[in-house]
Antibody, heavy 118, light 110 residues
Framework: QITLKESGPTLVKPTQTLTLTCTFSGFSLSTDTVGVGWIRQPPGKALEWLALIYWDDDKRYSPSLKSRLIITKDTSKNQVVLTMTNMDPVDTATYYC??????????WGQGTLVTVSS | QSALTQPASVSGSPGQSITISCTGTSSDIGAYNFVSWYQQHPGKAPKLMIYEVSNRPSGVSHRFSGSKSGNTASLTISGLQAEDEADYYCNLYTSSNFWMFGGGTKVTVL
């Protein structure tokens, strides 16, 4: 059974760096074609894809946020970490991590709400 | 970075069929078959309903079907049920190796 869970701060100040961790089980991020992605959703708004890391450490980023994002993995810990710099109140959102297979996100974490406020 | 356009809302009565559209361009939806659809109930994580335009994951009701014509992908819900009331998002894997979500469609069961 595949499960994912996001963890990190619930509140960050403007200009700070956000670090979120996705801890997963039921699959290995060293398995061919597997990836873990991050998607966010501001309150009442649409989903927005942020980044993805593949089993072979290949990384993909949203073009509009690429300069602010870093995604890494720790295969031994079954974790993927997303770092987002220079946080702004518009970055307030629920952040999800998801298992990616083929080109779809077939398993999702429960999400974690991050509020950006001074 | 192009946008995927969905209607803000679609409604139908129980038992009816509804269709949600997702319009892109000839460079994205029109060029590839990596279109997926997600259902999201309030306060819940999204759930994959359709992948690669028209394929249903195991466990998803046969009432959900997907298709594509030209630059528009569609999700059809047949035999609409109260539990289908949710937000629906299309998603595209692009030729530039990133993903895009549509703006979402709120489905209301009257």
């Amino acid at each position: 059974q595949i499960t994912l869970k996001e963890s990190g701060p619930t509140l960050v100040k403007p200009t700070q760096t956000l670090t979120l961790t996705c801890t997963f089980s039921g699959f290995s991020l060293s398995t061919d074609t597997v990836g873990v992605g991050w998607i966010r959703q501001p309150p009442g708004k649409a989903l927005e894809w942020l980044a993805l890391i593949y089993w072979d450490d290949d990384k993909r980023y949203s073009p509009s946020l690429k300069s602010r994002l870093i995604i890494t993995k720790d295969t031994s810990k079954n974790q993927v970490v997303l770092t987002m710099t220079n946080m702004d109140p518009v970055d307030t959102a629920t952040y999800y991590c998801a298992h990616q297979y083929r080109a779809d996100f077939d398993y999702w974490g429960q999400g974690t709400l991050v509020t950006v406020s001074s | 970075q192009s946008a995927l356009t969905q209607p803000a809302s679609v409604s139908g009565s129980p038992g009816q069929s509804i269709t949600i559209s997702c319009t892109g361009t000839s460079s994205d939806i029109g060029a590839y078959n990596f279109v997926s659809w997600y259902q999201q109930h309030p306060g819940k994580a999204p759930k994959l309903m359709i992948y690669e335009v028209s394929n249903r994951p195991s466990g998803v009701s046969h009432r959900f079907s997907g298709s594509k014509s030209g630059n528009t992908a569609s999700l059809t819900i047949s035999g609409l049920q109260a539990e289908d009331e949710a937000d629906y998002y299309c998603n595209l894997y692009t030729s530039s190796n990133f993903w895009m979500f549509g703006g979402g469609t709120k489905v209301t069961v009257l």
